[in-house]
């Protein structure tokens, strides 16, 4: 089970961080997003036993994906926010090696909205 928090409203240029709590750890743990009427895109993931991470080239240099052992939680920090990003962001997790796709990806949390206006 993935619950995601953390979204909001802010103005371009912000900051916003986002979280997910997994009941338990998986291999894989990713973060998409879906904007209104657009299809759902990769953002960020990470792969846990090995902190290996990659983020969608819209987003690298401005969101950054961490987790909490101790919580069994993973963050996606987002600077520098812009009207582009605004979207539902979703947490996924895969019990295997998954990469960008969200075929890849076994279980899904409910979404949560950033808004970002600018």
């Known amino acids: 089970q993935l619950q995601a928090f953390g979204g909001g409203w802010v103005q371009a240029g912000g900051s916003l961080r986002l979280s997910c709590a997994a009941s338990?750890?998986?291999?894989?743990m990713g973060w998409f997003r879906q904007a209104p009427g657009k299809e759902r895109e990769f953002v960020a993931g990470?792969?846990?036993?090995?902190?290996?991470?990659f983020a969608s080239d819209s987003v690298r240099g401005r969101f950054t994906i961490s987790r909490d052992n101790a919580k069994n939680t993973v963050y996606l920090q987002m600077h520098n926010l812009n009207p582009e990003d605004t979207a539902v962001y979703y947490c996924?997790?895969?019990?295997?090696?998954?990469?960008?796709?969200?075929?890849?990806?076994?279980?899904w949390g409910q979404g949560t909205l950033v808004t970002v206006s600018s």
């Open positions: 996924a997790s895969a019990d295997g090696r998954a990469y960008r796709s969200a075929d890849e990806y076994d279980y």
């Open positions: 338990e750890r998986t291999f894989t």
């Open positions: 990470m792969w846990w036993s090995v902190t290996y991470t």
